[in-house]
């Protein structure tokens, strides 16, 4: 899991501005996990060291952040859906 953390100007990103009281991530043909993000928040501080920082690319801009094991994101996660469990 990606976790945006700032811009190419140094600027904060969704990772630590967000808002939301949850972040659900659908992770196609596998599960969909639903994460309060201040748990997703204090993992990223607590695991910074061991994740290795990656520069994303996007249309005029980049983005640096921290990939997070899915492993990880489950232990915190309040909910995990897994397919086929989740009915549409």
Same mark, same amino acid.
Request: charged content about 20%.
């Given at each position: 899991?990606?976790?945006?953390?700032?811009?190419?100007?140094?600027?904060?990103?969704?990772?630590?501005?967000?808002?939301?009281?949850?972040?659900?991530?659908?992770?196609?043909?596998?599960?969909? $996990?639903? #994460?309060?993000?201040? *748990?997703? +928040?204090?993992?990223? &501080?607590?695991?910074?060291?061991?994740?290795?920082?990656?520069?994303?690319?996007?249309?005029?801009?980049?983005?640096?952040? $921290?990939? #997070?094991?899915?492993? *990880?994101? +489950?232990?915190?996660? &309040?909910?995990?859906?897994?397919?086929?469990?989740?009915?549409?």
């Amino acid at each position: 899991m990606f976790f945006e953390a700032c811009d190419d100007r140094n600027r904060p990103c969704w990772g630590w501005t967000s808002k939301a009281d949850l972040w659900i991530f659908f992770i196609p043909q596998q599960e969909i $996990l639903v #994460v309060e993000p201040g *748990k997703f +928040r204090l993992l990223v &501080s607590q695991q910074q060291p061991e994740l290795s920082q990656k520069v994303v690319p996007n249309r005029g801009y980049s983005v640096t952040g $921290l990939p #997070v094991p899915l492993v *990880k994101v +489950r232990n915190i996660a &309040s909910h995990v859906f897994k397919f086929p469990d989740v009915l549409f």
